[in-house]
């Protein structure tokens, strides 16, 4: 019953509480941004972050370094950090946990599908894995030749094998497939998500609502702008859009027939959450909409830890951190290409 | 007598002297368009890394990566076509221009170049993987990025759709530029060459 968890939370969500609570402390702060976005060179920030948590990664790398390693390691770094708190989880914590990472594993399948239809080497593709987001057999999924035997030989092995029901037909892997299959696939993961979250019920149902919602709305809204001017139908569109958030149903009926930037806004505008955001872009812009969107899932996250005894703030943790991952590339890319003024266009402080 | 021949020498020495010096100035007008054209792509390159950064920082490197790049043959989307123009009585100047796909001053020609790019696909295709091209009556779709005569992207089918999710057309804007600036900028050295060329014929024939 919600209101109860106090009581019982500790017994078996306690020491994990803690360890994250802990972690987000590490979380780097706005005077720690200010101080990287400084930096004249990589190696520059690497000494800056050798003061941080992100130091013993960092320290053993030669140089000259590249942004890609700065960015390998600070997510190597999430990783060790996630598997810790999955091996000392329980039930249900653990499988909330393993849903953190089912969005990651959808990105390495279309990797590999497509990397595959692009004629790559396997072993370049894992590679470029999510490490969040790999699974034993993930290697064989180079072989399939359609959507059907994908789901036969690979996935029907894997957590996301539920959410292949609706993908699922012989026609050939391709560049437009395949971006329809990842969309519908992650549309299959958040209601599914969702609906664990409801069933844990308390105050892990209610942040987690809000945070997916949002999550959903978002993820219609760059669906929306992406598709104005393809071939994408109203129907195909509608499809692709998840069956819960703020914009769920009447936003999304109006969203699907959209045909520019200003329509989006004019319909985002009517609900109070996303008016801030919109009010921020000029018409017909849509640059700084990511950013928007980011700044305010940061608020939305850092809201999450106001509240104890919820599962809640394992979830804004990562994502924190992967916004973290986010800055860092960002800066090192305008420190390496020498283009200090455009830093500030996308790093979003968390403190 | 005397005087009328000096000063018709005279005349012909200031004629061409005033040539010669036209084709100095020519040459460094050539240099200085040269320059500026080089100046502008690098200027433009380096916002284009800049562009690509941003998107794979707003969509996530999976999604932005070496990988979206096909090693599979394609008939190149983009061709240059080289012609000699006439530059003086013993001289030819190549000319560089640029051929986009999708023409729209030239509708047949697209759909002759896009049967043909279908064939040569279908014969070196060796992947059991294809595009199911039977009901695009001819029109071949490429995973490439298509422009028609004015450098805007067209709404051909299949690129379209792939832009959804895959490249961000909000945050990822086709590199056109630069293409239309190599060109320009091989024309601009064609004609700098030239002009000094005959520069230093002027000199040479200026120490004989």
Redesign the interface.
Known sequence: MYGFEAMTFNIHGGYLEAIVRGCRSGLLTASDYNNLCQCETLEDIKMHLSATEYGPYLQNEPSPLHT?TI?EKCTLKLVDEYKHMLTQATEPLSTFLEFITYG?MI??V??IV???????DVQ??LE???PLGMFDSIATLAVA?NMRELYRLVLVDTPLAPYFSECITS??????N???M??TLYKAYLEDFYRFCQKLGGATAEIMSDILAFEADRRAV??T???I????TRDDRRKLYSNFGLLYPYGHEELAVCEDIDQVRSVMEKYPPYQSIFSKLSYGE??M??KAFYEEEVKRLCLAFEQQFHYGVFFAYMRLREQEI?NM??IS??VA?N?KS?VH??VVFIF | MERQESSENGRESNEGISVKEENILNFLDSVDGYLILMDSLSSTL?QG??EL??A???M????I????????LHPASTTLQVNEQSAGPDRELPHFTLCKWASSNNPEKYFEEAKFGEDELLKKSN??????ISHNSGNVCF?TFRFDCLGKMT?D??F???????I????LKPVTNPLEMVVEISNMRASLLCAYDQVQKDMETATK
Request: with cysteine; net charge negative.
């Open positions: 890609t960015v990651h990105d390495n279309v990797l497509t990397g595959t239809l692009h004629e790559r370049e593709l470029k894995c999510h030749q026609e050939d892997l391709d560049d437009m395949i971006e329809i990842r969309n760059n669906i702008i992406n598709s001017g393809t071939e994408l849509s640059q909409l990511d986010r590339m960002w890319e305008c290409q283009q455009r266009d996308s | 380096r890394w800049l950064a941003s794979r920082h707003s996530g490197a999976s999604r990566n070496s990988t979206l790049f096909d090693h599979k992947s059991l993987r294809h595009r199911d995973p709404r089918q299949g379209d759709l792939e832009a959804l999710g895959s961000s057309m909000r945050v």
